[in-house]
Nanobody, 126 residues
Framework: QLQLVESGGGLVQPGGSLRLSCAASGFTCRHYTIGWFRQAPGKEREGISCISSGSDYTSYADSVKGRFTISTDNAKNVVHLQMNSLKPEDTAVYYC???????????????????WGQGTLVTVSS
């Protein structure tokens, strides 16, 4: 059973940066997709970034493209989300998620997710 544990959330001023990390354990799938969703108060949970096993591709939602970067440390089974130029509208609970399938970027939707982390709150405010 895969377990995902996020860390790195917190309070940051607009324009600042944060790095989220997701430690994955118990994963046995050879091909998978892992990444991040977020859910702001009163809004749907949205997929914002994912990376394929083997790091063959990365994908970003338009709202974060050019500001966020996803990466993996395969030796440590950790996925990072570097978030720069943060805006108040980035305030949300951020969830690490994984699918036991190799998804196309367009498929990075909660309906394809098999595993969720517990979430970490990011607040962007002055």
């Amino acid at each position: 059973q895969l377990q995902l544990v996020e860390s790195g959330g917190g309070l940051v001023q607009p324009g600042g940066s944060l790095r989220l990390s997701c430690a994955a354990s118990g994963f046995t799938c050879r091909h998978y997709t892992i990444g991040w969703f977020r859910q702001a108060p009163g809004k749907e949970r949205e997929g914002i970034s994912c990376i394929s096993s083997g790091s063959d591709y990365t994908s970003y939602a338009d709202s974060v493209k050019g500001r966020f970067t996803i990466s993996t440390d395969n030796a440590k089974n950790v996925v990072h989300l570097q978030m720069n130029s943060l805006k108040p509208e980035d305030t949300a609970v951020y969830y690490c998620a994984a699918s036991g399938r190799l998804l196309r970027p367009s498929q990075w939707d909660k309906s394809w997710v098999d595993y969720w982390g517990q979430g970490t709150l990011v607040t962007v405010s002055s």
